[in-house]
């Protein structure tokens, strides 16, 4: 599995790593959508170990966001590689999601956001 979960307080985390496909998306938003119904409240996607992002992955996260936002909850993003880090920026959802450095920092971030 691409990814693994886990939690932080009133934070869920997403743990990304190598190649996400675009089911493996799906699942992890399907999965996410669950956790957070049991109580998390904010959720940070760990992308230190995810390689690359397609429209699929942009397409999941719009949808993760939207979501959220529904919801009265944030979402933020940590550490993405350079690669990841120019897509974002070249579809402005860097502008969006709040983009952290670190995970403990976009922990903060969405605390403040939620």
Known sequence: ???????????????????VSNSDWVKLIDDLDELIGQGPSRVVLDLTHLESIDSSGLGSIVQLVSRCRMRGSAVGIANPNAFVTGVLEVTRLDQWIGVSKTVDQAIANVGAMG
Do not use: E, N, R, V
Request: hydrophobic share 45%; no cysteine; aromatic share 6%.
């Open 1 to 19: 599995m691409p990814y693994s979960l886990s939690k932080h307080g009133a934070t869920a985390i997403a743990h990304l790593a190598g190649m």
